[in-house]
């Protein structure tokens, strides 16, 4: 019995470790898989506060051009400002000064803006970069950015920190190219939150990768300037309906389709952070609440992890291939956030079993193999 408990506590840490992984990037623009659901939930749940210099801009500033380009009874489901009026998502823009590459202004900043007893409901905090990522060394990022934001994701624990890679930078392509590479790899390995700021502008709604680009979206064939071929963005928006295919909005330092880019990103993130999995399919308890079973196959237990966005109860039905109940548990103390409940299935014989769980007349089945 020691050793399951065991069991059960490494599977939890690693599925917990699993579902707070988020990384948002190129595959992340496709604004139509978001859930309205949890766009809701996100201008519901989140208070964000952003620090960024002009590069950074892209971001409120093409979310701000989505607003527009929606329109109708579209532009408030985008809404965003400050302190969340009328229904809006919660977000303080240029919150804190400067930009991450001032070290160490943007930590001192961070700690100043949490503490201050005005912004007690903050439980975002994400800052850019304008460009000193790219003359970085390996060490600078750790010290100046990695470690800073371990420290605060420490100190603060109610505070979901978003790492950020910085933008393209052609004339220091190499050194770029390793620091948010670094980066990249850092946030996978330790299950961190990542805006991929530089890979969402390396490729256009098409999924065509420009390897040697800069920020301001024009594309090389190597590292030499005499290699110029166009730009990515230029070339797409005149081939494509302004207002309809995209929108026109400012874009400091790049184009206006890179901006639509980052805003679309940015809506991923912001639904993730309130809970998205960031999967879609058919409207079952997986878009409503979020539920994950592992491992799978199992053996003596299973463990289902459902974030819930209210308090509530889960009746959770175990059933055979053909459909009659094995067993059934009724959950009475779900919480709003991660719940995690533990299945004992050491009585059920090894083969495939269907998990049925309802929540507020919501139900959502998944298929399980016991195998020992």
Known sequence: ????????????????????QIIIDHKSTDLTLVPEQWISAAKEELHIAYGHTSHGSQVTDGMSGLVSFTGGVGGPQFEWNNGGYDGALDLHDYAMGGDCGYYPEWVDNTRAYLDDPANADVNVIIWSWCGQISSYS?????????????????????????????????????????????????????????????????????????????????YYQNTDPGSYLGNWAINWQNSHIEGVDWYNCSSAHSQPLNANRKAYAAWHLWARLAGWSGTTGSHDLEKEQGIMIYPNPAADYLLVNLFSRKDGTATIEILDCTGHSMKSIQKEDLVHGNNTICINTADLQPGFYILKMTVSSVSATRKFLISR
Do not use: W
Request: glycine share 2%; charged share 20%.
């Open 138 to 218: 390996e060490q600078d990022l750790i010290d100046k950015y990695i470690n800073p934001m371990v420290q605060l994701e420490a100190d603060y624990p109610g505070v979901k920190f978003v790492y950020m890679t910085g933008h393209l930078y052609y004339d220091l392509y190499e050194n770029t190219t390793l620091r948010n590479q670094q980066l990249r790899d850092f946030c996978s390995a330790n299950n961190k939150v990542l805006y991929d700021f530089a890979d969402i502008e390396s490729y256009d709604p098409d999924g065509t990768y420009y390897q040697y680009a800069n920020d301001n979206c024009d």
């Open 1 to 20: 019995m020691k050793n399951l408990r065991l069991l059960v506590l490494a599977s939890l840490l690693s599925l917990n470790a699993a579902l707070s």
